[in-house]
């Protein structure tokens, strides 16, 4: 059974850092994912990595955030530092993209996160 499970959200204050990680199993995976809904906002793309290590950032992230991947261990991280309130959203970890690795057209998603960052 192929699935996703994330983990490591919580509420923290705005400036505060912390890390995201999701469990692959039932096969790997090239690219993975990673996304966030706030309330009342679509899904939207955060950041996704090749299996070689190819890695894209939303530019709302970047310099803030850090994806990684471990292959043997069929996981993938999200290390998030000076976190501010408006990245407060469910963050959804993906795999599988149907497109481009920046689309939400992935064919398997986790059951998501809530990171929160109060002012």
């Known amino acids: 059974q192929v699935q996703l499970v994330e983990s490591g959200g919580g509420l923290v204050q705005a400036g505060d850092s912390l890390r995201l990680s999701c469990a692959a199993s039932?096969?790997?995976?090239?690219?993975m994912a990673w996304f966030r809904q706030a309330p009342g906002k679509e899904r939207e793309f955060v950041s996704a990595?090749?299996?070689?290590?190819?890695?894209y950032y939303a530019d709302s992230v970047k310099g803030r955030f850090t994806i990684f991947r471990d292959n043997a261990n069929n996981m993938v991280y999200l290390q998030m530092k000076s976190l501010k309130p408006e990245d407060t959203a469910i963050y959804y970890c993906?795999?599988?993209?149907?497109?481009?690795?920046?689309?939400?057209?992935?064919?398997?998603w986790g059951q998501g996160t809530q990171v929160t960052v109060s002012s």
């Open positions: 993906a795999a599988d993209p149907q497109s481009s690795p920046r689309s939400s057209r992935y064919k398997t």
């Open positions: 039932g096969r790997s995976f090239g690219f």
């Open positions: 990595i090749s299996w070689g290590g190819t890695i």
